[in-house]
């Protein structure tokens, strides 16, 4: 099981950015897929940006153009979060699946994020 750390959470400023760092226990590049999810208060946790071993990125149309994906060559994922509003707020969650054919992912135990003035 591939361990996940998330840190950079907190409240910022509507219009602001915020980094999120997810920390994993294994080499990025030994990981399929790493995603980041969020999940507000009565709404279903939602995909927002997902890379795969190969750099192809996806993102959720709520959020391109304003979030960034990216990881680096060791054991770091980030997501580079700008122009924030208060719909982004939420706890967000760092997700990976180790290898394409397993069933099971592994999960991050989340850092809030709050948007508000």
């Known amino acids: 099981q591939v361990q996940l750390v998330e840190s950079g959470g907190g409240l910022v400023q509507p219009g602001g950015s915020v980094t999120l760092s997810c920390t994993a226990s294994v080499a990025i590049a030994s990981i399929y897929a790493l995603a980041w999810y969020r999940q507000a208060p009565g709404k279903q946790r939602e995909l927002v940006a997902r890379?795969?071993?190969?750099?192809?990125t996806n993102y959720a149309d709520s959020v391109k153009g304003r979030f960034t994906m990216s990881r680096d060559n060791a054991n770091l994922v980030e997501l580079q979060m700008n122009s924030l509003k208060p719909e982004d707020t939420a706890v967000y969650y760092c997700n990976a699946k180790r290898f394409s054919w397993l069933a099971r992912d592994d999960w991050g135990r989340g850092t809030q994020v709050t948007v508000s003035s």
């Open positions: 890379i795969t071993n190969d750099g192809t």
